[in-house]
């Protein structure tokens, strides 16, 4: 079956310029996961979401930083006033019901680059 | 506060060869363990886990080895074949959905 998709694959932006990333999830998948992966970096946790409600936001750096999601699928992460330290790899993650401890499906990323 | 570290950023090894990728974590919490393996433009990849009851867990050329003692896990690839050739990432959880993960190990197996 499909994997879980993102869009676009590759984003480059201006400073001070709003971006949307998209998020697909495994069709089923009720856990969806934002990550971010700076060069150099690990993957750092943004936000999970549980169905349509994020009940932990903990990792989003700051208030540019938005997500939300639909219908209990499709995901965006909002960045309002890009600056060149949003330049990572955003990746998306889902897990499938009661997958909690399980393995997350990942998407291959957006690049986003802030000039 | 890196509370996952993979100290190896790279490692090279030849065909036929083990491979062995190191992971430390600080967290005692920590009871759930995961490899990802990652190729270029790719998203990671789930390769094997291991819950903190075990101190061992095998799926066919892939083994990972847990330490609580040391806070330390290993992954063997036996035997390592070019398409090993990746970036493996190491992730703990403390029991929930959220995972930390590390920083990852570029590994490059020769022909």
């Known amino acids: 079956g499909a994997g879980v998709s993102q869009s676009p694959s590759n984003k480059v932006t201006e400073k001070g310029k709003d971006v949307e990333l998209r998020c697909d999830p495994i069709?089923?998948?009720?856990?969806l996961y934002w990550y971010r992966q700076s060069l150099g970096q690990g993957l750092e946790f943004l936000i999970y979401?549980?169905?349509?409600?994020?009940?932990?936001k903990s990792g989003l750096p700051s208030d540019r930083f938005s997500a939300e999601r639909t219908g209990g699928s499709v995901s965006t992460l909002t960045i309002q006033r890009t600056q060149q330290e949003d330049s990572a790899v955003y990746l998306c993650?889902?897990?499938?019901?009661?997958?909690?401890?399980?393995?997350?499906?990942f998407g291959p990323g957006t690049r986003l680059l802030v000039l | 506060d890196q509370q996952v570290k993979q100290n190896s950023p790279s490692l090279s090894v030849q065909e036929g060869r083990i491979s062995i990728l190191n992971c430390d974590y600080t967290?005692?919490?920590?009871?759930?363990f995961l490899w990802y393996k990652k190729y270029p433009a790719e998203g990671p990849t789930f390769l094997i886990s291991i819950s903190s009851i075990k101190d061992k867990n095998e799926d066919g050329r892939f083994t990972v080895f847990l330490n609580k003692s040391a806070k330390h896990l290993s992954l063997h690839i036996v035997p390592s074949q070019p398409g090993d050739s990746a970036v493996y990432f190491c992730a703990a959880s403390g029991g929930t959905y959220k995972y930390i993960f590390g920083t990852g190990t570029r590994l490059k197996v020769l022909a």
């Open positions: 979401f549980q169905g349509n409600s994020a009940p932990d």
């Open positions: 993650a889902s897990s499938p019901p009661g997958g909690g401890l399980g393995a997350q499906y």
């Open positions: 967290n005692s919490m920590f009871d759930y």
């Open positions: 069709s089923g998948h009720t856990a």
